[in-house]
């Protein structure tokens, strides 16, 4: 592809969750028969996980048990959640979804019984769902080919597991939100795109639908060509805390004119959705093009995911416009403009 383009309507999975006995390893745990795993699923478990794809466990058992297992054989590293129990597999696959904070149509879902697949699939349709025999072949199949694999999506699994940890701490905090998020010491860096951000980038508007402006996608030539051109600007936002980095969870694409900084397009990961970064970036957005002269305006085309990201445009002080609505059109009201918000999140550019 060679510029922007809509959103596909079937996504790349962003995670394969497995059933464990007589899927991922030869037998049942509780029958005490010390299952191994399968040679072909172990490389799928490689494979997919170098390309940024994420692996989750829900099966049947005892979790103390079955998370022995795993640790004995060395593979609790390679799974970002464990469900594990008695109840409905269309359960436990929601609860990883909405652990993980990824649609579901995006989850994939691998069971050697044709009947917990048979279930899975009428309580959510959206979820692909394979036979354990075909473990070895997926790989192959074009849903889990990323169309970008990049350094950083190598480390997407040690990233959700440190979110994971988050999530403990989190817990700890209870009904205390602020507490918690301003425990964290988050700092966001901002600053123009590099060669080397391009393709993860790219990737983010492929892989990001609920906290995108536009629902667009850019190519990494496109993005490199917005790079070079004096009148258009290409941001990244990076994250991190005390717990580590988030890496580039953000990205803006604004068009400059001589009056206004209109921005064609912004995108949170929705790893960071419950972070309350989206409307720090705005308000950062806003504040640049102020300095520069110009008024802040937005483009938001609505799609069937990113209704979120009008209502933080919304929330940072954007207005629609009379009579523009395809896109809509919104402008920054300079009534709204708050004292900067130090808040829980610190904001630096990458020049400091």
């Keep these: 592809m060679t510029g922007p383009q809509e959103a596909e309507a079937a996504p790349v999975v962003k995670c394969l969750v497995w059933d464990l006995d007589d899927t ?59 469900q594990v129990g008695w109840g409905a597999k269309s359960d436990a696959v929601r609860r990883i979804a909405e652990g993980l904070n990824i649609g579901l149509d995006t989850v994939a879902f691998i069971d050697n019984d ?54 403990v701490v989190e817990e700890e905090f ?18 123009s795109a590099t060669g080397e ?9 492929v892989r990001t639908h609920q906290l995108n402006s536009t629902g667009l996608t850019y190519d990494a030539g496109e993005l490199r060509r917005l790079r070079a051109s004096p009148d258009h600007r290409v941001q990244v936002a990076t994250l991190s805390d005390r717990f580590g980095d988030y890496g580039i969870i953000g990205l803006a694409v604004t068009e400059l004119t ?28 806003v504040r640049e093009a102020l300095a520069g002269g110009r008024r802040p305006v937005a483009h938001f085309v609505p799609t069937e995911a990113n209704r979120n990201m009008l209502v933080t445009l919304r929330f940072a002080g954007y207005l629609p ?32």
């Design 24 to 82: 991922l390893w030869d037998g049942v745990v509780l029958e005490n028969d010390e299952p191994v795993p399968f040679p072909a699923a172990l490389k799928t478990l490689r494979a997919l996980d170098e390309r940024g794809i994420l692996h989750a466990a829900a099966s049947r058992g005892e979790y103390a048990i079955t998370s022995r297992h795993l640790d004995e054989h060395g593979l609790e590293e390679w799974f970002c959640d464990v």
């Design 321 to 352: 416009v009379s009579g523009e609505e395809n896109p809509l059109v919104l402008a920054f009201d300079p009534d709204r403009l708050a004292p900067p918000k130090q808040g829980h999140v610190r904001v630096i550019t990458g020049t400091d």
């Design 258 to 285: 001589p009056t206004e900084s209109v921005l064609r397009l912004m995108l949170m990961s929705c790893r960071v959705a419950s972070r309350g970064v989206g409307t720090v970036l705005l308000d950062h957005l």
């Design 197 to 205: 951000d391009v393709s993860r980038a790219s990737e983010l508007t």
């Design 174 to 191: 209870g009904a205390d939100r602020q507490g918690f998020l301003a425990s964290l010491g988050l700092v966001m860096t901002v600053r």
């Design 114 to 167: 044709p009947v917990e697949r048979a279930e899975v699939e009428t309580v959510l349709p959206m979820v692909r769902c394979y036979p354990a025999d075909q473990a070895g072949e997926l790989p192959d199949l074009a849903e889990f080919q990323p169309e970008f694999v990049t350094e950083e999506a190598g480390k997407r699994r040690h990233l959700y597991r440190t979110e994971r940890r988050r999530q």
